[in-house]
């Protein structure tokens, strides 16, 4: 397993931007560049859906909901995963999961007003 904290959520009016983050903060930094990671996000109600995803090589997807107004990427050498977030609409609201080989990050809220 390697645990993972998320941070940057909030709330933001509709239209507004977001970072989140994710540290695997107990991950050896040679062996973080090796990782696939991903963003999950669950709204009250609703099961936990894959937001994006970015392989150990730096290959991206997305779900069609967030194609073009999210953005993930990753810091190696911070051993960090961001999920930049733009254009937000109140259907974006929820609690955000970071997800690494084995285990889920405890999750940061994001609420978008309308």
């Known amino acids: 397993q390697v645990p993972v904290r998320e941070s940057g959520g909030g709330l933001v009016q509709a239209g507004g931007s977001l970072r989140l983050s994710c540290v695997a903060y107990r991950s050896i930094l040679s062996s973080f560049s090796g990782y696939d990671m991903a963003w999950h996000r669950q709204a009250p109600g609703k099961e936990r859906e894959l937001v994006a995803e970015?392989?150990?090589?730096?290959?991206?997807t997305y779900a069609d909901s967030v194609k073009g107004r999210f953005t993930i990427s990753r810091n190696n050498g911070k051993k960090t995963v961001y999920l930049q977030m733009k254009d937000l609409e109140p259907e974006d609201t929820a609690v955000y999961y970071c997800?690494?080989?084995?285990?889920w990050g405890q999750g940061t809220q994001v609420t978008v007003s309308g």
């Open positions: 997800r690494s080989p084995g285990t």
């Open positions: 970015i392989s150990a090589g730096g290959r991206t």
